[in-house]
């Protein structure tokens, strides 16, 4: 019954934004932690950013490039990407946990659970 549904990708130039969009059914994510993971060709699952109750994380390569939000109004989180690379092209996925997890605070997504299906976002000139 819990499900996460992404939009948003594309294709970008570099130097680009786009905003992804995660949205919930089946729960309210008020008292979960989500976070967004990417999974690039030939590369492991990679946590992105983190939103948790006391706060939010980010992976350094992506610091002071994306911006996780909530708007729990509409029970949807928001990952703004700008200043995108080449190296950001990868299948963008969001995943959930409880509020009490840690999985979404460190990157692991072992125990994620829902996940989306995933949007591809391909940054390319």
């Known amino acids: 019954q819990l499900q996460l549904v992404e939009s948003g990708g594309g294709l970008v130039q570099p130097g680009g934004s786009l905003k992804l969009s995660c949205a919930a059914s089946g729960f309210t994510l008020d008292y979960y932690n989500i976070g967004w993971y990417r999974q690039a060709p030939g590369k492991e699952r990679e946590g992105v950013s983190c939103?948790?109750?006391?706060?939010?994380t980010y992976v350094e390569s992506v610091k002071g490039r994306f911006t996780i939000s909530r708007d729990n109004a509409k029970n949807t989180v928001y990952l703004q990407m700008d200043s995108l690379k080449p190296e950001d092209t990868a299948v963008y996925y969001c995943?959930?946990?409880?509020?009490?997890?840690?999985?979404?605070?460190?990157?692991?997504?072992?125990?994620?659970?829902?996940w989306g299906k995933g949007t591809l976002v391909i940054v390319s000139s």
């Open positions: 939103s948790f109750t006391s706060g939010t």
């Open positions: 995943a959930a946990e409880p509020m009490d997890g840690n999985n979404c605070l460190f990157g692991y997504y072992d125990n994620m659970d829902p």
